[in-house]
């Protein structure tokens, strides 16, 4: 299997955190994109991956799947017993429900404050940039983290009892809040104690 992605970018991390979780990172191959150089919107990765995005997982037949979600139930089910994306009919519910309350509020919504709202990755790559909606997205953020913090007084992680995928996408949330330079607020206790918690899983460690 080949990963195609840029290390240090923020949904790059969410697979490579699926992977340290399932311990399968040796099981791959990853093949850098320059996403800062735009190569990630030339031909020869478009054909790969339509979206023009990273990460990517290439399988050994040859399939592309991208989408850090589709990665992550690809790889939770290839080995082990899923422990990332949920057993039962009702677990599965509820991670998704949760990841994608946390792609939406937080980590989705600080890629477009970045991207619209700050020179993003510059005149080279970045588009068509629309301040406005990169400062109502800032809100939504900013929003997203309040509301992760009331779900966390009353359990330990985003979905439940247990680290989910919903974890690893609010983590690069706050990985890619953190470049933007935007602060978890000091009353946030709720969110800031699990950031912390996670932060020392061995498939975590190190990553800032
Ligand atoms: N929903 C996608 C996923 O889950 O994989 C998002 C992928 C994505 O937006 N990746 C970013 C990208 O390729 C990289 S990151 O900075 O968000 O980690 N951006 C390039 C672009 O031009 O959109």
Partial sequence: MKIYDTEGFPNPIRVRIALKEKQMTDQVEFIPVDVPGGEHKR??????????????LELDDGTIISECTAITEFLDHSSGTPVLTGETAKQRAIIHMMQRRAEVGLLDAVAAYFHHATPGLGPAVEGIQCAQWGEIQLQRARDGM??????????PYLAGDKFT????????????????????????????????????????????
């Fill in 165 to 208: 995928m919903a974890d690893i996408t609010a983590f690069a949330g706050l990985i890619f809040a953190g470049f933007a330079k935007i602060n978890i607020p000091e009353d946030l206790v709720n969110l800031k104690t699990w950031h912390r918690r996670i932060s020392q899983r061995p498939s975590i460690a190190g990553i800032e």
């Fill in 43 to 56: 031909d020869a990765y478009l054909k790969k991956n339509p979206t023009g995005t990273v990460p990517a």
């Fill in 146 to 155: 309040r509301y992760f913090d009331d779900v966390l007084a009353k359990q």
